[in-house]
């Protein structure tokens, strides 16, 4: 594990906001994600039949698309999950989740 790894694992348990997979519980940090982000990932057909609001989350926890997630008492699913590399060490991920009606 590379340092860069270990103090954003250190600055995710200090900053990041809990949110639980199961019985697990981990930490990211949530925001809206930027345009250019979701244009990446989703055609233009794609993104209007998508529900609102969409939420990313940098994390260090492996999210795959269809995983289910539960923050601040609400249900979202994984859509898309990007990795970010040193190398072939994995330093953090961004996955854009959707709710769940």
């Known amino acids: 594990m590379t340092i860069l790894h270990e103090c954003l694992n250190h600055w995710l ?3 990041g906001e809990p949110f639980q997979v199961g019985l697990q519980t981990y930490r990211g940090i949530f925001f809206q994600p930027p345009a250019g982000l979701l244009r990446w990932h989703f055609s233009p057909d794609d993104l209007s039949t998508l529900p609102r609001p969409l939420w990313a ?3 260090t926890a492996n999210l795959p698309p269809n995983t289910t997630l539960t923050w601040r008492g609400h249900s979202y699913r994984t859509l898309k999950l990007t990795e970010f590399r040193l190398d072939t060490q994995t330093i953090y991920r961004i996955a ?3 709710p769940i009606p």
């Open 13 to 15: 348990q200090r900053y």
């Open 57 to 59: 989350i940098a994390l």
């Open 96 to 98: 854009l989740i959707q």
